[in-house]
């Protein structure tokens, strides 16, 4: 199995991040077309606001290539929330917001290798947790909990007849 490489973002991995962004898209708003936008519509814009939202002391993006082509990307940051309820004790953590491996390469390690990376990523700046949201019904829940995530909370919804 070819070797995967994790590094930072580079200006000339935005095509195939896009690639990545694009088909999660898909497989999300598939699911829940009520609440997720149709990838068309978020084709470039998206990976603009992901770009403008990157604090350099405390963002970071990682791409995962296999054979010299990103095959995966992550967004990880390192969060201080200072407004937080005065009930809440935990005010710094990890938070990966982004995460996806292309269709082809799952099963490939390259998941793995970015999870890694954001673990080492938040320990160096000191934090002892890491967070991640991921949806009901997508195939990444099972490997996120063999990775030892566990359940924070369950966010419900129900559609209101009008």
């Not at 009930?87 to 998941?111: D, H, T, W």
């Amino acid at each position: 199995m070819p070797e995967v490489i994790v590094r930072e973002y580079l200006p000339e991995d935005r095509a195939q991040i896009e690639k990545c962004i694009f088909e999660l898209q898909e497989d999300e708003f598939a699911r829940r077309p009520h609440f997720w936008s149709n990838p068309e519509e978020v084709r470039g814009v998206y990976m603009d606001s992901v770009l403008k939202s990157i604090d350099s002391n405390n963002s970071k993006i990682f791409v995962g290539l296999i054979e010299g082509t990103v095959v995966a990307w992550m967004v990880v940051r390192a969060i201080t929330e200072d407004a937080q309820s005065p009930n809440i004790a935990l005010k710094s953590y990890g938070y990966i917001p982004e995460l996806a491996v292309l269709r082809e390469y799952k099963g490939r390690g390259v998941g793995k290798a970015l999870m890694n990376k954001a673990e080492e990523f938040i320990k160096s700046k000191g934090l002892e947790w890491i967070e991640l949201d991921v949806s009901e019904g997508n195939g990444a829940l099972d490997f996120y909990s063999k990775s030892g995530y566990k359940p924070k909370s369950i966010r419900m919804e129900k559609k209101l007849d009008l």
